[in-house]
């Protein structure tokens, strides 16, 4: 297996993710299965661990034969400019082209040796380079990662030809109408501000970067206390700690002239962009109010919000007894071929919105019902809704946990966004505490007569006009 790269799209693509997983969780073959509430109480402590340079270890020994480990860094596309968009994007094409001790031939044969996959991804707001690998590489593979983020060679000739590649890329995202439509919602919601841009970066911006803007990005960004070496697996936590201090210690902690970079508020603005082009054909369609950011308190009852609208997919199946009322009507009205509410949380802001694909005829009817889907949530929400919803939410979260690598990211994640590793029980414990009171009162918070960001790409004539999207925001009350 060669060195690749995999990039994981964009927060709003990762909340898209469908849960897989049951609630019951299997034990290995030949033993009982345990219960959903049996698996919290048995699930392995996160061990957290600070180097003098700020640089944090954190880590879940679970005695798998194999394990994911990988460096998180505070460093993405809110981070970067209108002139260097992209640079965070154009790195991770980069890191694996060889280092200063290991050419792109000899990186690439060191990680198949080991039957390893190399990865990486960008965010708005974060980046990752991780390796699934068997438990005992894992010190090879912490030298690797750390050689890759320290010295990425930044040939002069290999950047001009990963800019061919990164061309090339950006071409066949266009092509990805969901990727496109959930861009341009950003764009629109957070116009002029950094959180607006695209992960990718435009192409103009593509074809300007030079050797020195990626590296003046590395020397602003790639710190020690904003990076999270992670692990997950048959992983020894003292081990990684030793490996941590003998390949990352030297990992920077100051910044020239003191110039630390702070995020800046990003403001939301309730505005609508339309593609039309009447050649494809199916519409998408997103729209999204101003949600919570990752630390706020409100951010379980919107998840659960979210689970009670649920998702639909007309190649999945399903019928008239679809739980989610939205997804019924999608069925038996020929509403759309699928729908998805998400929640795309950053570190002080969020969009929390509903993407749709539905024909031309549908667009009307189908914004209807969502944004009535919305007011219910805000006015007359019931309590076999929201238990139906923090089960869905509880399975979804569960699921999403199956395997080294999503518990790994979710280590890296979780200490760049909390500072901690937040368990599953102590999820499970605030989605219990939810009530439809709860649900009700947030969702009237963040929805209620508030104007809503819209995007649209496809034959999307027949989307209403904006002050009739803004119109149905709200319920006269009598």
Excluded at 21 to 45: F, K, N, T
Excluded at 203 to 227: C, E, F, G, W
Excluded at 366 to 379: E, I, K, R, Y
Excluded at 408 to 436: K, Q
């Amino acid at each position: 297996m060669a060195a690749s790269v995999c990039r994981v799209g964009s927060t709003v693509g990762k909340t898209l993710a469908k849960a897989r997983s049951p609630l019951l969780l299997s034990l290995r073959r030949g033993q009982a299965s345990i219960s959903y509430a049996q698996s919290l109480v048995g699930a392995p402590e996160t061990r957290l661990t600070t180097l003098e340079n700020g640089l944090r270890v954190a880590s879940e020994e679970t005695g798998h034969a194999t394990c994911t480990v990988g460096l998180w860094i505070n460093a993405g596309s809110r981070y970067e400019s209108e002139k260097n968009n992209g640079a965070g994007f154009f790195l991770e094409h980069m890191a694996f082209k060889g280092t200063k001790n290991h050419p792109q031939t000899a990186l690439e044969q060191q990680v198949e040796s080991m039957g390893a996959h190399l990865s990486a991804y960008t965010s708005r707001e974060h980046t990752a380079y991780y390796m699934k690998t068997l438990a005992k590489d894992l010190p090879k593979a912490v030298e690797l990662l750390a050689e890759v983020v320290q010295s990425c060679s930044l040939n002069e000739a290999e950047i001009e030809q990963q800019r061919g590649v990164v061309l090339r890329e950006l071409e066949e995202v266009e092509g990805n109408l969901q990727e496109v439509c959930l861009d341009l919602l950003h764009a629109t919601a957070y116009q002029g501000t950094p959180l607006g841009q695209s992960v990718l970066g435009p192409s103009n911006t593509a074809r300007t970067l030079t050797r020195q803007d990626l590296v003046d990005y590395i020397n602003s960004h790639y710190k020690a206390p904003r990076m999270v070496l992670s692990a997950a697996g048959g992983v020894n936590h003292e081990e990684l700690v030793g490996l941590a201090e003998s390949h990352l210690s030297g990992v920077s902690f100051q910044y020239e002239g003191d110039a630390v970079p702070v995020l800046s508020p990003c403001r939301f603005t309730g505005s609508e962009i339309c593609m039309r082009d009447d050649g494809l054909p199916l519409a998408h369609i997103a729209f999204a109010v101003e949600g919570a950011g990752s630390t706020s308190p409100d951010i379980v009852p919107l998840m659960v919000a979210n689970s009670i609208i649920g998702s639909f997919d007309l190649t999945y199946g399903g019928g008239k007894n679809l739980s989610s009322r939205l997804a019924r009507l999608a069925v038996e009205e020929d509403l759309c071929h699928s729908f998805q509410a998400f929640h795309s949380s950053y570190s002080n802001t969020g969009l929390l919105g509903i993407y749709f694909v539905c024909d031309k005829h549908k667009i009307e009817d189908m914004m209807h019902w969502s944004q009535n889907a919305w007011m219910n949530l805000c006015t007359t929400v019931t309590e076999s809704d929201v238990a139906r919803g923090k089960n869905a939410l509880k399975a979804s979260l569960a699921g999403q946990l199956n395997g080294t690598t999503p518990i790994c990211d979710d280590i890296g994640r979780h200490i760049l966004n909390y500072g901690r590793r937040i368990p599953l029980a102590e999820w499970d414990a605030r989605i219990d505490a939810v009530t439809p009171k709860i649900v009700r009162d947030v969702c009237s918070k963040y929805i209620y007569d508030k104007c809503p960001a819209v995007s649209a790409v496809g034959p999307v004539e027949q989307l209403p006009d904006y002050n009739r999207v803004r119109s149905a925001m709200y319920w006269l009350r009598f």
